[in-house]
């Protein structure tokens, strides 16, 4: 019924929004003037909304908010006096280091550049898919892969629409070349449809420089989104419930809550759901009918993490509207201000990133606009003061040359490989192999490696990435191992069988519980990700410092020289080693350690929660042994955590699989 009713509104909508939509569209104008009001407009509305909805963070998810509107500042009032001004955080923050890198690099920097600032600036006050992302960024990776839901576990989340609302603001007009840079920079933290609502900002917020309607509007970010995809199924369900419920909001929201959280399958069920919030964006701006400040109270009573969308539909109004429509009692909460918050953002969740006048980051964002359209066929002319910028509106974004860096292939003898070099995002160049030797047995060919390998060892290879205007080069060091023997294993050793369901219940825990295997016996069942795939040592509640070992025993001796460490997904609070070590079992039955290991990559060098990466391998190589059993032992990592039950569980480990060769 919902969609049925959906077709139908989305037709009035788009019968409308043809000459707008439509292929070869003629270039179109807009005065300076009026485009630095919008982005004044853009980034004053999102500190409004991100400050106004900050109290409001995850308050209603059984009920909505109450209509004691307005809600009106709250708690924040007293930052915003102690900062005097406003004050940053995660809906604006990130926004503000990728403005200053694209004036640094220009309008269209690469993974790796934005990959440096996140690993210089973020270094506190991240959560989910971010902090999952840095962790993988420190381990060496790039994006895509940082945001791959195989080493992601928080792909689904709500991080990339509250971070990324800066490439449709740069790109006016240039609906489809928005839509498309923020698709690519959502996949830094995000997958499949976890980016899509972030895709569907970005058409919006370039397309609102041109028109005003918020249902047009809604309309253009539907169609910027893949046509089978969740989130457009999603958004037209909330437009069905709106004209099911043209005058009752809560009902609205009673019927999205119960569809797209309480019914949400366990592994994506969390109040910080990308899709799931997105339908309360797209609810707020519904019954909002395009009025700041009740729509800014929808998006805080709607609910669940919605400080977000309080934040990215403020922006939006904000560029609809332009700065001079924005109420000035938002922007001018305390007495003796004369301009918006005081003309002060001032840092207090990023090192080392400057405080900044609003005003001077306006004309930082409208720079690089200008250069960004400019650069895509656009023009200015005209005289100082009444300039006018025409935009090249089929303009395409084409993502930068550059490597992407994720896992190589895991090669055994005698298995068939079948491997991407490639990612989403240089897939379009040109690869070759300009040097070194495959391993024998595999060939390359336009980024793909194939066939099967006949002999273990490694292999140095040099491969050229190049767009016929440039060309660049990365060594890849691959290896190849003989078969994996812990299949074959008689005994699967830990000094944790079984998970205590009791502790990891009373933790502070961001997975789906689907996630968690029950037993240690997933160790060497060959699966890296997805339902039961990671066992947590969880065992008791303690304070104490913890040891743990994972490993294997045969019947017969084995001689062997590497194994291989898969680890899992990993809360705020735990679950990696510290340090890791290699013992067998000697001849007289006793464990004794292995000399001369070599750990590929190495351990993080420190403790610190944002440096530890979710779901990689770690290749433990060493002298041959011959043994009838073998383990990893290594002390396991604690937190302090803010929640008070997580702060009496001892330490504990995440593995999915542990791999042994001869």
Not at 138 to 148: I, K
Not at 274 to 282: E, K, T
């Amino acid at each position: 019924m919902l969609r049925k009713i959906t077709n139908s509104f989305s037709i009035a909508f788009v019968l409308v929004l043809l000459p707008f939509l439509s292929d070869g569209k003629k270039p179109c104008k807009i005065k300076i003037s009026e485009l630095r009001d919008k982005i004044a407009g853009e980034w004053i509305g999102q500190l409004i909304g991100n400050m106004y909805g900050l109290p409001h963070e995850c308050k209603y998810i059984a009920e909505p908010g109450a209509e004691n509107w307005p809600y009106g500042y709250s708690k924040s009032l007293d930052k915003l006096q102690k900062c005097d001004g406003a004050f940053s955080d995660d809906d604006t923050d990130v926004e503000y280091m990728y403005l200053l890198e694209m004036q640094k690099f220009g309008p269209e920097p690469r993974y790796s550049q934005l990959c440096d600032a996140w690993m210089y600036h973020i270094r506190d006050r991240i959560w989910l898919a971010n902090r999952a992302a840095l962790g993988l960024m420190h381990f060496g990776y790039t994006p895509p892969f940082t945001g791959n839901k195989a080493l992601n576990p928080h792909w689904f989340q709500i991080d990339p629409q509250l971070i990324n609302e800066i490439w449709g603001v740069t790109a006016p007009g240039m609906v489809n070349y928005a839509a498309s840079k923020s698709d690519w920079a959502a996949r830094i933290t995000s997958d499949d449809w976890g980016v899509e609502p972030t895709i569907f900002y970005g058409a919006m917020y370039s397309a609102a420089y041109f028109e005003k309607d918020i249902r047009k509007l809604i309309e253009i970010g539907l169609k910027a989104l893949p046509a089978n995809g969740r989130f457009q199924g999603t958004a037209r369900d909330m437009i069905a419930l709106y004209v099911k419920y043209p005058n009752d909001w809560k009902s609205a929201r009673k019927e999205m809550a119960r569809i797209y959280y309480t019914n949400e399958p366990e592994m994506t069920k969390t109040v910080w759901n990308a899709n799931l919030n997105g339908a309360c964006a797209v609810l707020a701006m519904l019954y909002g009918e395009g009025n700041f400040q009740h729509t800014l109270d929808l998006a805080c009573a709607i609910g669940f993490d919605c400080d977000n969308q309080a934040a990215t539909i403020a922006g939006l109004l904000g560029v609809i509207n332009g700065f001079k429509a924005l109420p000035a009692n938002l922007y001018l909460p305390i007495k003796g201000w004369e301009t918006p918050f005081n003309n002060k953002y001032v840092n207090i969740t990023r090192y080392d990133m400057p405080d900044g006048k609003i005003s001077e980051i306006i004309d930082q964002t409208l720079k690089s606009t200008i250069e960004l359209v400019v650069m895509k066929g656009g023009k200015l002319s005209g005289n100082s003061g009444s300039e006018v910028l025409t935009i090249n509106p089929d303009a395409i974004f084409n993502p930068p040359l550059e490597f992407c860096i994720g896992p190589l292939p895991v090669m055994e003898t005698g298995k068939p490989v079948d491997y991407n070099f490639f990612t989403q995002a240089n897939q379009i160049y040109n690869w070759r192999l300009i040097s070194g030797k495959l391993p024998e047995g595999l060939s390359f060919t336009n980024g793909k490696l194939l066939g099967i390998p006949k002999e273990s060892g490694n292999s140095k290879i040099t491969l050229q990435l190049s767009n016929g205007k440039e060309k660049i080069t990365h060594d890849f060091n691959l290896l190849v191992r003989s078969q994996n023997i812990a299949f074959k294993a008689d005994t699967i050793l830990s000094n944790v069988r079984q998970l205590n369901k009791a502790v990891l219940d009373s933790c502070w825990i961001t997975f789906g519980k689907p996630m968690y295997a029950q037993n240690v016996n997933i160790l060497n069942d060959g699966k890296t990700n997805g339902a039961g795939s990671v066992f947590y040592s969880l065992a008791a509640k303690s304070n104490i410092p913890k040891v743990d070992y994972y490993g294997y025993g045969w019947k017969t001796p084995q001689k062997i020289s590497m194994v291989a460490l898969h680890t899992g997904c990993l809360e705020e609070f735990g679950g990696w080693f510290t340090s890791l070590n290699i013992q067998y079992m000697n001849e007289a039955g006793k464990w004794s350690p292995v000399e001369d290991i070599s750990i590929t990559p190495p351990l993080p060098s420190t403790d610190i929660v944002f440096f530890q990466p979710h779901f990689v391998e770690y290749v433990i190589s060493f002298p041959t042994v011959e043994t009838r059993a073998i383990r990893i032992i290594g002390d396991t990592k604690i937190q302090d955590h803010w929640h008070k039950f997580t702060k009496q569980v001892s330490g504990f480990s995440s593995v999915t699989e542990l791999s042994v060769y001869n």
